[in-house]
């Protein structure tokens, strides 16, 4: 990272917008690779590894933790829980699918980890990567001119930054994706996803439950310890009540839901309720300017895919990066941020339309429609093939994988 002028600009390589997981991912990985990034965020990165901050965990497949583990940031995440096994129900019907690891190897289907300790993790990471990548934060973006050769972002506090390429990580309201004049296609589901931690009396054996009920899925996802992260989905208006009850109400309500096959439930930190729905960009790229994460796309928590989704386009544009870096290239010319466009917009698609067809074919609660799709659940969990590749799906181990989700650098 070099000065120039009256150290009021700054020369680098990558400016990423925004530095939460996907972000602070991708600054890692791009410097791991070898290039000079900064990373902008409006929020305190110290208050944002506090268990206040939002409370949310994340589900990490099998091909996330290869690409966490190759630029050295999984070996920071001692707290991550182990997903041997996901067990799928359909409100009260007897029919299930069931993923067992070992139907498919010996790893984990994938681990969750409390969104603080990724953060912590990220944060460990990038201090032992040095000078190569900086963290500026808290600051506010004023300005950010991709009219010529170089991106300039000029900071709230006068400061400049320049480099040949600026990605948008700064979320689901992207200001840079809509500064740019990218139309996005959105809209809401009338379900707000109320997110808490609880301890509960017995062991969860690692068993992930993802459960349809009429309002929405209700998931109960293994963390260390007898502790469980849950995604609940209610409507909104329903969800608006249930989080103006106090603690002890709140829990009735839980378990009521949630079933006594853990024994007792006491929650563990405070509780979330996040507004629900879908935004995809239309172009994830522009001028000198790329999308990752919830600025290119923001998905339905029912297969708890949105992380997962953000790692892949880390992966894929850190080795377009890296190759057009290799070759002596421009890293922000308009056919390096095709290259990634193309890698990336397939499996978005399919993402998107998996997830959002699935909330609503689950939402649904005429007799004809569930006892299709119990029988669809059952009839998968029988067929073997079928069965170990949707789990090899949802481990992130299908399609043309970036070196990164390989478990290696590019």
């Known amino acids: 990272m070099s000065g120039t002028g009256a150290a009021m600009e700054t020369a680098a390589e990558l400016i990423i917008v925004g530095g939460g997981l996907a972000g602070m991912t991708l600054g890692v990985a791009a410097s791991a690779a070898g290039l000079e990034v900064c990373v902008i965020d409006r929020d305190d990165p110290v208050a944002q590894r506090d268990a206040g901050f939002d409370g949310r965990s994340s589900a990490i497949a099998h091909g996330s933790m290869q690409v966490l583990a190759a630029i050295g940031v999984w070996s920071h995440c001692p707290e991550a829980g182990a997903i041997e096994q996901i067990r799928v129900t359909d409100g009260p019907s007897l029919l299930h699918l069931h993923f067992d690891h070992r139907q498919v190897g010996t790893d984990p289907l994938g681990w969750m980890v409390e969104n603080r300790h990724m953060r912590q993790a990220l944060a460990a990471r990038a201090v032992e990567l040095g000078s190569r990548l900086t963290v500026i934060a808290p600051a506010r973006v004023v300005t950010v001119d991709r009219q010529g050769a170089r991106a300039t972002v000029t900071l709230a506090d006068g400061r400049r930054l320049r480099a040949p390429l600026v990605i948008a990580a700064d979320g689901r309201r992207s200001r840079l994706r809509d500064d740019a004049g990218i139309p996005v296609t959105e809209w809401g589901y009338d379900q707000a996803g109320l997110v808490c931690t609880v301890a509960h009396e017995l062991p969860h054996q690692g068993i992930a439950h993802e459960r349809f009920l009429t309002p929405g899925p209700f998931a109960i996802l293994p963390l260390t310890g007898d502790r469980s992260s849950i995604v609940w989905t209610e409507r909104t208006a329903d969800a608006e009540q249930i989080m103006a009850l106090d603690d002890d ?158 478990g290696r650098m590019p």
Request: aromatic share 6%; charged share 25%.
């Open 249 to 406: 109400r709140f829990v009735e309500e839980l378990a009521a839901r949630f079933g006594g096959f853990l024994g007792g439930l006491r929650l563990v930190g405070p509780r979330f309720s996040y507004p629900l729905a879908l935004t995809l960009a239309r172009r994830f790229i522009d001028r000198r300017l790329a999308l990752i994460g919830d600025a290119a796309h923001a998905i339905h928590p029912i297969a708890g895919q949105g992380f997962n989704l953000g790692i892949r386009d880390v992966a894929a544009l850190v080795e377009v990066l890296a190759d057009a870096r290799r070759l002596g290239g421009d890293i922000g010319s308009p056919e390096v941020l095709a290259r990634y466009e193309r890698w990336r917009r397939t499996d978005t698609m399919a993402l998107v339309a998996a997830t959002d067809g699935l909330n609503r074919l689950f939402s649904n609660d005429l007799p004809p429609v569930r006892l299709a799709r119990d029988l669809g659940l059952a009839a998968v969990n029988r067929l073997g093939p079928v069965k170990r590749l949707a789990m090899r799906h949802a481990m992130g181990e299908l399609g043309r994988l970036p070196a990164l989700v390989q």
